[in-house]
Nanobody, 115 residues
Framework: QVQVEESGGDLVQPGGSLSLSCKVS????????MAWYRQAPGKQREWIAS???????WYADVAKGRLLISRDNSRNAMYLQINGLKPEDTAAYYC?????????WGQGTQVTVSS
């Protein structure tokens, strides 16, 4: 059974940095594209960045310049580095995994940016 787990969310002051992790277990073959989404209170979930199985990243406009997506296929893991955090980055951050034609989501990790 494929399981996806995010971690690394925290309460951070504006201007700070944070690194989120997404770990996938229960897979036996290579994982396909992976992505980060986020959902702020009262808003729809929005896509922020994706990365292919060959480590090619692409970003939503909101993520360009401050966010860096990466993955380690040997660990079945994906990461999101967020720099220059702003209050509007406050959201639950979710990992989406494509594996053998199916999509799997984690439960999310909360990032709160506040002084």
């Amino acid at each position: 059974q494929v399981q996806v787990e995010e971690s690394g969310g925290d309460l951070v002051q504006p201007g700070g940095s944070l690194s989120l992790s997404c770990k996938v277990s229960g897979t036996q073959l290579s994982i396909g594209n992976m992505a980060w989404y986020r959902q702020a209170p009262g808003k729809q979930r929005e896509w922020i960045a994706s990365i292919s199985s060959s480590n090619n990243p692409w970003y939503a406009d909101v993520a360009k310049g401050r966010l860096l997506i990466s993955r380690d296929n040997s660990r079945n893991a994906m990461y999101l580095q967020i720099n220059g955090l702003k209050p509007e980055d406050t959201a639950a951050y979710y990992c989406k995994v494509n594996y053998r034609g199916f999509v799997y989501w984690g439960q999310g990790t909360q990032v709160t940016v506040s002084s």
